[in-house]
């Protein structure tokens, strides 16, 4: 008898799966960075963001290279014993390496770097799990969309997904309106994933995406200093920070 065509699994994906010769390019270029720049900071991510990533890649292209992904084969890289360490003094930070944290080479001066990213910083949606910064209550009347200015209001089809997230609607002029104010979120609580939907649709952005700044590594002296400035330091306290996971199989990226 013929097999069944139908209810077959197919996969979408491939992913390959990295080999020992992959990651030993990964290792070299790292430590051919090592080589070439004066400085390797290591930093840490609040509220990862792929974009706003990109955008700090972006502006440093011309003067730095930076590394983010792999804790593990970054800190091999560099050495985490003074016997294993690729230059004098690297193993104290490559310890360092753990959680969301990437790497940044450049020959440009420490107090320069620290006060440009003691002003970057990129305010974007919170995420399920995220902690609400402040309550947000929507007032009776139409619901608005505070993404443009001045703010409109939602249009008539969208009011089943506002329904099905929990506000409770009725059509005026076909507006979705509140009859009663709705509270979507209190501060200091968790959020739930249709607490996040919501606030996005109305444009209530909570958390924002900095780089904070752990430690530097100094060629010219083999000394790692940590980096205490509380303008570059990321509040951990704050249950907004999304943590990465240490030496999982994710593409490190290097630009």
Not at 22 to 49: D, P, T
Not at 125 to 153: K, W, Y
Not at 205 to 232: H, I, Q, Y
Request: hydrophobic residues 35%; glycine residues 8%; proline residues 6%.
């Amino acid at each position: 008898m013929p097999k069944s065509r139908r209810q077959k699994l197919v996969s979408l994906t491939k992913v390959s799966k990295k080999t020992r010769e992959h990651k030993g390019a990964q290792i070299s270029e790292l430590q051919a960075n090592v080589e070439k720049w004066k400085y390797c900071w290591l930093f840490e991510v609040g509220n990862m963001r792929n974009a706003h990533l990109k955008t700090v890649r972006r502006l440093w292209k011309d003067s730095a290279r930076l590394f983010f992904g792999r804790g593990a084969l970054m800190a091999k890289a560099l050495g985490t014993t003074p016997e294993e360490e690729h230059r004098p003094g690297l193993a104290p930070l490559a310890r360092q390496i753990k959680g969301q944290v990437g790497l940044l080479f450049t020959d440009t001066e420490p107090q320069e770097v620290i006060e440009w990213f003691k002003d970057f910083h990129q305010p974007d949606f919170a995420r399920s799990g995220n902690c609400a910064t402040r309550a947000v209550i929507l007032p009776a009347g139409p619901i608005m969309q505070h993404h443009s200015d001045p703010p409109e209001p939602f249009p008539h089809n969208e009011e089943p997904q506002l329904r099905k997230l929990g506000l409770t609607t009725v059509m005026r002029r076909g507006i979705p309106t509140l009859e009663n104010p709705h509270k979507i979120c209190e501060k200091g609580k968790e959020l739930t994933a249709e607490q996040a939907q919501l606030l996005k649709l109305i444009g209530e952005k909570m958390v924002t995406f900095r780089v904070g700044l752990r430690a530097r590594w100094d060629s010219a002296t083999g000394e790692v200093e940590e980096v205490t400035d509380p303008g570059v330091k990321l509040d951990v306290d704050v249950g907004s920070v999304e943590t990465g996971h240490e030496g999982d199989d994710s593409e490190m990226i290097s630009e």
